[in-house]
């Protein structure tokens, strides 16, 4: 259980600080039981009475809904990347958030659009960014919203750090939301000016994954429920990354097609060495297809 915090300004004991790390071995290893004993996990519940499921956006249909969540926005081409990843969060049937998560890779990130010369320093210092992007809400969640994004950042963030080895994960959030991301301790890269290419008026924002789990222990160990981001992130994570690997799938070749003709003038727009490199991602698939009829 988490202890709450003795006053501002104080400092944590060793004793409690000793309990907290004891706790923690303790989740990881009944999370590692429960999968013993229950298999491979088959959905991922969150909410007071477990109201709210996440999806792993896996077919033509599911993207679909995923891009109807919240306001109109136009799917992008990154999404269709094997090591790209959707999630949907439904609620009584209902489709309420979305968010994807775009690995750096040769069509480079939704970012760069915004902040290329910020990201190639990264790139040239050896780090592998990670972008978290088309995040939606559906107006109706009201303050349940909090909840589904902090699932979802959760997800994303597991991904990134244990699936595909990211060094950073970047954000663009309009500049009312920003005080929220700092609360992963999210830095700004760079503000948009108003007309920019992504979400005018948006902060770029930056979390460095090297040192995210000391930085949430730091600022937020101790504190009672979900304000303890540090538990909240490795709570379960054994069941959490064991559901990504199960679900976390590629698109299959008909649904890739689908997807890839809808976005037919954002491919052919694409230089010729960036088409050449997505297909060769999917040499198994015949995508000449898509140009058929």
Known sequence: MPSTRRGAGSTRSGTNAGSRRKAASLTRILGALELQVTGSPTEYRFGKRGEFTALVADSAELRRRAAAVGRPRKPGIHDLLPSATVFLVEKAGRDVATASVAMDGPLGLPADAAARRQLDALRAAGRRPAEIHAVGVAGSLGFAAKDGLLHLFRLAHLCA????????????????????????????????????????????????????????????AGLPGDRDLHNFMHDDELYALAWLKKHRLPLAEEDLLELLAERREQYAALPAAQRHAFEDLYLAYDLRRMFEG
């Open 161 to 220: 750090r244990k699936m595909e080895d990211a060094t950073d994960i970047l954000v663009a959030a309009p500049p009312r939301h920003a005080g929220y991301t700092k609360r992963f301790a999210m830095q700004l890269m760079t503000l948009l000016v108003p007309g920019a290419d992504v979400a005018a008026g948006s902060a770029v924002l930056r979390l460095n994954l090297d040192d995210a789990e000391m930085e949430y222990y730091t600022r937020y």
